[in-house]
T-cell receptor, first 109, second 116 residues
Framework: DAKTTQPTSMDCAEGRAANLPCNHSTISGNEYVYWYRQIHSQGPQYIIHGLKNNETNEMASLIITEDRKSSTLILPHATLRDTAVYYCISRGEANNLFFGTGTRLTVIP | DAGVIQSPRHEVTEMGQEVTLRCKPISGHNSLFWYRQTMMRGLELLIYFNNNVPIDDSGMPEDRFSAKMPNASFSTLKIQPSEPRDSAVYFC??????????????FGNGTRLTVT
């Protein structure tokens, strides 16, 4: 599965949109992009995933570039409870999620 | 749905003792995963099962670790004998295996293991 790179940390003001970028320049055609988050002491929580089309659900939106080399997770109105580590993962034939170090998002009041 | 259920939430044991961690996957899910999380190494896959059969156990650290899935609704991870370096949070996750990489994993809240 392709490797992903994310910024180590980001801040976002409460109520504003949080845009978390992810690079996956070696992603192959059948690999999905998954996003999870982990709030301290809890298990990773599934947020959203996509292949090539943009996706939206009740938690977030996922924007994937046309060349699929990068994507952005958007939390439209960040709240303090969105403070967490966010993981971007590419998943292909291996039935596994490889978690890197993620982005630590801090939502500031 | 109750989600993935793990027990115990916390386990403190002495070096050399046997430790058994338990997991109940989401009903209807047929893939089950055991992960371990430490500060140094992050989240690592230990083993996963499809339809109760172990598929990939390459992440199991050594022979002291063993995992079983006797039926679709229960799995155990056993460490015998335990060592201080096994201290970590152990997560269980489950998913539908029908379309492998288009099916999200859902995680339990983990077991925090401390070996003294």
């Amino acid at each position: 599965d392709a490797k992903t790179t994310q910024p180590t940390s980001m801040d976002c003001a409460e109520g504003r949109a949080a845009n978390l970028p992810c690079n996956h320049s070696t992603i192959s055609g059948n690999e999905y992009v998954y996003w999870y988050r982990q709030i301290h002491s809890q298990g990773p929580q599934y947020i959203i995933h996509g292949l090539k089309n943009n996706e939206t659900n009740e938690m977030a939106s996922l924007i994937i570039t046309e060349d699929r080399k990068s994507s952005t997770l958007i939390l439209p109105h960040a709240t303090l409870r969105d403070t967490a580590v966010y993981y971007c993962i590419s998943r292909g034939e291996a039935n596994n999620l490889f978690f890197g170090t993620g982005t630590r998002l801090t939502v500031i009041p | 749905d109750a989600g993935v259920i793990q027990s115990p939430r916390h386990e403190v044991t002495e070096m050399g003792q046997e430790v058994t961690l338990r997991c109940k996957p989401i009903s209807g899910h047929n893939s089950l995963f055991w992960y371990r999380q430490t500060m140094m190494r992050g989240l690592e896959l230990l083993i996963y099962f499809n339809n109760n059969v172990p598929i990939d156990d390459s992440g199991m650290p050594e022979d002291r670790f063993s995992a079983k899935m006797p039926n679709a609704s229960f799995s155990t991870l056993k460490i015998q004998p335990s060592e201080p370096r096994d201290s970590a949070v152990y997560f269980c996750a489950s998913s539908l295996a029908g379309s492998l990489y288009n099916s999200p994993l859902h995680f339990g809240n983990g077991t925090r293991l401390t070996v003294t």
